[in-house]
């Protein structure tokens, strides 16, 4: 009998940590670009989970703005990761 496990996420800090991006700015282009990222209720606060590929696609924003993208095509352009299968 095959069980799926389920699939690991992680936290802001986490992924700050992996990725060396303020906390911040993950938070700006979650709010804005990545509506896919899971958000959990806990108490009053709201929490992001990131899962492998989200962390994917944010890296990919990251380096096509550093080679010259706008924050308006960097994540159109990185959101091609979220359609690979």
């Known amino acids: 009998m095959s069980m ?3 699939e690991r996420t992680y ?3 986490d992924v700050e940590e992996i990725l060396g ?3 911040q700015r993950i938070r700006h ?3 804005r670009y ?3 990222v899971q958000r959990i209720q806990i108490g009053e606060n709201v929490q992001r989970r990131f899962t492998e590929r ?3 696609v944010i890296r990919q924003i990251d380096r096509l703005m550093a080679r010259g993208q706008t ?3 960097a994540p159109e352009k990185a959101q091609t990761i979220y359609r690979e299968d």
């Open 29 to 31: 282009w979650c709010d």
């Open 34 to 36: 990545l509506h896919q």
């Open 21 to 23: 991006l303020p906390k």
């Open 11 to 13: 936290s802001i800090g």
């Open 71 to 73: 924050l308006k095509s």
């Open 4 to 6: 799926n496990k389920p």
């Open 54 to 56: 989200d962390i994917r």
